[in-house]
């Protein structure tokens, strides 16, 4: 939770709304603030809620946290909330370690536990840990399901997204290829699923693998082991 004014300061962090999005410059200096309207982080607070709280939403949340730092909601201007992701990691984590004692690391619960965990670190920004759960899933699905599944297209499909992020685009049109091949021989060209694999491939990732520059990286070495 940050808290914000308008008030004099040597530095501060400027918030600016626009277009729905949250843009930051961390460090601003307060002429910068001040002549381009923007709030100047005067202090901080940060406050552990517990998880039952959070888990309602800010509505609940917000006056919580905010009693905890012995403030008032009339004291802040502005709201910066973190719902904690070490609560989510304890349960995910939790949740393989069970997963890996009743049904091991190849069972379908396992393989779609995996695909969450990449989902919640994909959202968070992490797409390089998102990676190495998307591509245990892919194994699961290659071991349980067989290598020309749908399900295992799924992976390959979800997996050059991910590389696409990390703009490692070679690896990732690889990916989308296999995907394509698959859904192709298992649905037919006309599925939309199968549409959807090529628009992706040849509208997105393509143009981009054209367009990148040359480089030594994980993006050169095809498929992932």
Known sequence: MVVSSTSEARFGIATNQREGSNMRWKGARSSFCIKHNKHISRTFSA??????????????????AVKVAGLELDDIDV?????????????????????HL????????????????????????NVHIALRYLHKALKCNQKLLGPDHIQTAASYHAIAIALSLMEAYPLSVQHEQTTLKIL?????????????????????????????????????????R
């Open 47 to 64: 406050v552990g809620v517990d998880p039952a709280i959070m888990g309602v939403g800010p509505t609940i949340a917000i006056p919580t």
């Open 102 to 125: 009743t049904c091991g690391p190849s069972h379908p619960n396992t393989a779609a536990t995996y695909i969450n965990s990449a989902m919640m670190e994909e959202g968070m920004g």
């Open 79 to 99: 709201f910066e909330i973190n719902e904690t992701s070490i609560v989510v990691y304890r349960y995910v984590n939790r949740a393989l370690y069970l997963l």
């Open 184 to 224: 192709r021989a298992k649905l037919g060209p006309d599925d939309l699923r199968t549409q959807d694999a090529a628009a992706l491939g040849l509208n997105t990732l393509s143009p981009r693998l054209l367009n990148r520059k040359p480089d030594a990286s994980i993006a050169t070495k095809g498929h992932l």
